[in-house]
């Protein structure tokens, strides 16, 4: 009994390194191509950032209907200073290191949408 129960262990031990020999699908987007959809993003969340007056109180009317009048203001100005702070960072620092690491801009941090107009 002790021999099939350590067996079955060994088994569904190893059937995790599986994956791990499989041949890379994806293919990872030219450096060059990267940088300029980054600095894309982060231009053009710069130039629509002033939309946040109007999407943060649609937003905040949906999400709170009775409070919004409390919380528009608050919400607002944080996220116009994620939005923009993201989009300078997207625009200035990220395309410095976007080949080595990981190009997310920073709103997702702040479970913001990458764009104003986006809901997620």
Known sequence: ??????????????????????????KKENAFKQIVSVEKRGLVNLLTSPAEIVYALKWEKKDHPKAW??????????????????S???????????????????????ELPDYVWEKE
């Open 1 to 26: 009994m002790e021999k099939k129960v350590i067996s079955i262990l060994i088994g569904l031990l190893f059937l995790g390194t599986c994956p791990l020999f499989a041949a890379e699908t994806v």
């Open 69 to 86: 009048p409390v919380t528009y203001l608050p919400r607002f100005i944080t996220n116009a200073v994620v939005r923009v702070s993201s």
């Open 88 to 110: 300078l960072n997207d625009f200035i620092l990220l395309p410095w290191y976007v080949t080595w690491g990981d190009p997310t801009p920073l709103t997702r941090h702040f």
